[in-house]
């Protein structure tokens, strides 16, 4: 994917210095993965980064067809988030950034900490490593993305996701068009980084219309040591290093993270920020038994054989004495 | 295989098992089992856990790539003077060689830092899925034609 560096350093001139490092360009034309650092400690809550998101990814928002095919069995409940398309306070179909608040005290002093929420686009995401479907799908340049046109809304993504991001609508997408009442449920939908942005050599709408410059966005070496850095001036605390093996968003927070997580509110939309395992490590155990697999059955082929052989030459000893 | 190959027979059970654990799995990575009542039947509530049917599906096709060098082995130095292939085997074989190419491609695609694209990533799954199918529909109708896979050399 080739991303023109000029429209880059134009986006730079917009969003103000410190958004977009100057590298992100050669970065993504050399295939290196694009992060985003959020400094949690410079954003005030305003909210331009939820609006720009919304104005920004308009026509990617479902447009359900109703009534929805009747669902069987009747368990299989719908998802309809379209007349409640204002929902701001958590994360829906048509809503993809909220902004979370956190009342906490630390160390004797007073937080009042707001942060931009969203999905963190994991540098190995379960979503697109466990969708059946190649519907959820990782980019070269790190984004996560969830293709609208294949994906049946099985949910799955949600379930395996350890933070619950991606939401459902019913009535819209592939299922429609198979077998609507006995699989399938809709398209799951999250942010995708502003990809279409992104291949157009732009910025993504939440970075460009920060006022406080919370979010930067470039190559993840480079946004992790920047992460580091920030951590120490301000003795503060990352979150997205290693949290389910890596995610190319890292937040930068003035107050440890558990203490964050007591305080939020979470649940359905609404993601939380407890230690995170990684997901898929199990599975990356497990390659070893794939690649010693085909050697045990070579070894056990082999021995096979020469069993095999030998009782042949005692059958023949046997005949040769008779 | 032949029946008369005592410890064959016991591969050939084995392998039975490991196909149906395996197709079994592989079904639970889509979100029927509990839309369709299985996951509430008591003992059966794992079937609604991707993870775990996940790893046990990479665990099964470990054993499944074990038992498929060991037969090919076999095959090559001690039955082939005695059996041969039928096309339903041959058949057969083609659409397991598929199966296991993307099923290798999709553990690969899994491993952290491993780039495939998207538009590839989507064929790996739809084929591994497609080819499971026509598989399934090919076993069945070989066992109610009383198909074999090798039969004795004439």
Not at chain 1, 126 to 150: E, F, H, M, S, Y
Not at chain 2, 42 to 60: E, M, S, V
Request: some cysteine; glycine content about 8%.
């Amino acid at each position: 994917m080739s991303i023109s560096r000029r429209r880059f350093l134009q986006s730079l001139a917009l969003t103000g210095l410190g958004s977009v490092l100057p590298s992100t360009a050669g970065a993504v034309a050399r295939g290196e993965e694009l992060a985003t650092l959020l400094d949690i400690g410079k954003c005030i809550g305003c909210g331009e980064c939820v609006a720009a998101c919304r104005e920004a990814n308009q026509h990617k928002y479902p447009n359900p067809q109703k009534p929805f095919p009747k669902m069987y069995p009747d368990r299989v409940k719908v998802a309809d988030w379209s007349e409640r398309q204002d929902v701001d306070d958590r994360l829906t179909p048509y809503n993809w950034l909220y902004i979370q608040y956190a009342d906490v005290t630390w160390q004797g002093r007073e937080y009042e900490l707001t942060i931009p929420r969203r999905c963190l686009h994991c540098t190995n995401p379960p979503c697109a490593n466990l969708c059946p479907w190649g519907a959820a799908l990782k980019q070269d340049n790190g984004i996560v993305r969830i293709n609208d046109t294949i994906c049946l809304g099985g949910s799955k993504c949600k379930s395996v996701c350890p933070w619950h991001i991606p939401e459902r609508q019913t009535g819209v997408g592939l299922y429609l068009q198979l077998a609507p009442s006995f699989a399938g449920n809709g398209v799951m939908y999250k942010c995708d980084r502003c990809y279409d942005r992104i291949n157009k050599g732009e910025v993504p709408a939440c970075i460009t219309a920060c006022p406080e410059n919370v979010q930067t966005i470039g190559p993840r070496s480079e946004i992790l040591a920047m992460a580091h850095e920030l951590a120490e001036k301000t003795n503060g605390f990352i979150y997205g290093e290693t949290e389910n093996g890596g995610t190319n968003t890292l937040y930068v927070s003035p107050v440890p993270f558990e203490e964050i997580d007591k305080v939020i509110d979470k649940g359905p939309g609404r993601p939380g920020f407890q230690p995170v395992d990684n997901a898929m490590a199990p599975e990356d155990k497990l390659l070893r038994a794939l690649i010693f697999a085909p050697a045990a059955g070579v070894a056990a082929g082999i021995l096979h054989t020469v069993r095999a052989l030998q009782q042949d030459d005692h059958k023949g000893d046997d005949h040769a004495k008779k | 295989m032949p029946r008369s190959d005592r410890p064959a027979r016991m591969v050939r059970h084995m392998y039975h098992l490991v196909v149906f654990g395996l197709a079994f799995t592989g079904f639970a990575q889509m979100p029927i089992f509990k839309r369709y009542y299985l996951a509430d039947v008591p003992g059966f509530a794992w079937t609604a856990d991707y993870y775990l049917n996940h790893r046990i599906h990479y665990l099964l096709a470990a054993l499944l790539l074990a038992f498929f060098t060991y037969v090919i082995i076999v095959y090559a130095t001690v039955w082939r003077s005695r059996w041969q292939i039928t096309r339903c085997g041959l058949f057969s074989l083609g659409l397991w060689s598929g199966i296991v190419v993307t099923g290798i491609m999709r553990v690969m695609k899994n491993q952290p830092g491993m780039h495939f694209s998207p538009t590839t990533t989507m064929w790996v799954d739809w084929l591994h899925l497609g080819l499971v199918l026509v598989l399934g529909m090919v076993s069945g109708i070989m066992a109610l034609g009383r198909r074999k896979i090798l039969i004795p050399r004439s």
